[in-house]
């Protein structure tokens, strides 16, 4: 069946993304509760057509670590897009208590396995991979979003394209800065994956903007510096992992296979996590981490006044 906005009654705004908001709603013919991500676009109904019919493969997207999709549709120069509604929202708002090791485990073998099904199956390179694409519910399933199916749903982003978190492997910043858009392999992802998982490990982005003067500096540090690693607290094992996620020359990074037998994935297979705790437990520090901030603001705007 094809979804259209009369179905839908809209409710909370779940956050807002580069490229315009989604929200939670309410699909009543079936009692689905969904995200909806407006995006606005100022397109002709031909090109916002031929975005729709390039979305159509999300339909068969169908797996255990890929968000569900439901449908799109325009109105004006909108795009709508309704997916599952994941209750705990994106991995970047989970993670600023570090994530511990044998969570990250489980959450980078459900990556492993989406991107090797997403490429597999589908023919899809992510070109995407970051904390905020991996959302989260409070079952603990992990699953990814927002991979580039759409050709001319990308064309029409890029020009907005801006973001001072750059997840890009370096030989992707050396084809961009040289207009060569033809660097995109599938090992990119794997660079951001290794990537993400730093991330999530010390809960903040690895190439910090206030040690580097500005975004060209750090673009400069991603291309010509040593990759970042684990830190040292992290066991061996998954600091191999992340290494192997991270090598600068593109064809010595793992594969997807070969990721899914390292022993920091092997290892997890064999173990039981308490993701729904684990979730919980995330969900509740950043609740205090954002009252305490907004405590600080207001202690801050009262003595300025
Ligand atoms: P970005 O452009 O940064 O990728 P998005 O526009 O995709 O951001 O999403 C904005 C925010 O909305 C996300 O950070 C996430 O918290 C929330 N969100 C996106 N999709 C969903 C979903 N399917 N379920 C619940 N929350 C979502």
Not at 230 to 252: G, N, W
Not at 273 to 296: S, T, Y
Request: aromatic share 8%; with cysteine.
């Amino acid at each position: 069946f094809a979804i259209n906005m009369s179905q839908l009654q809209l409710e909370d705004e779940l956050g807002k993304g580069a490229y315009g908001t989604v929200r939670k709603v309410l699909h009543k013919p079936t009692n689905v509760a969904m995200a909806m991500k407006e995006i606005r676009l100022e397109l002709d109904d031909s090109k916002l057509n031929a975005i729709l019919m390039e979305l159509d493969i999300l339909h068969r997207a169908v797996a255990p670590e890929i968000v569900e999709f439901y449908g799109a549709f325009f109105i004006e120069s909108c795009v709508y897009y309704c997916m599952e509604y994941m209750d705990a929202g994106s991995l970047d708002k989970l993670q600023a208590a570090g994530v511990p090791e044998d969570v990250l485990a489980r959450i980078t073998g459900a990556m492993v396995r989406g991107l090797k099904f997403l490429k597999d199956d589908l023919q899809i390179i992510h070109r995407d991979v970051k904390p905020t694409n991996v959302l989260v519910n409070r079952k603990g399933e992990i699953k990814l979003c927002d991979f580039g199916v759409s050709g001319q749903l990308e064309k029409s982003l890029a020009k907005t394209n801006i973001g001072c978190q750059s997840y890009m492997a370096p030989e992707r910043i050396k084809g961009e800065s040289q207009n060569n858009v033809g660097t995109y392999t599938v090992s990119s992802d794997v660079w951001s994956l290794g990537l993400s998982m730093i991330e999530m490990a010390i809960g903040r982005y690895p190439y910090p903007p206030e040690t580097y003067a500005n975004v060209f500096a750090q673009l400069t540090a991603i291309v010509h510096g040593d990759p970042p690693e684990l830190p040292e607290d992290f066991s061996d094992d998954s600091r191999d992992f992340v290494a192997r996620c991270l090598h600068k020359v593109p064809e010595l990074r793992a594969t997807y296979a070969e990721l899914l037998e390292h022993p920091f994935l092997q290892a997890d297979r064999g173990r039981s996590v308490d993701m729904p705790k684990w979730v919980i437990e995330a969900l509740g520090f950043r609740e205090k981490k954002l009252a305490e901030e907004r405590r600080q603001k207001l202690l801050h705007d009262t003595s300025a006044v």
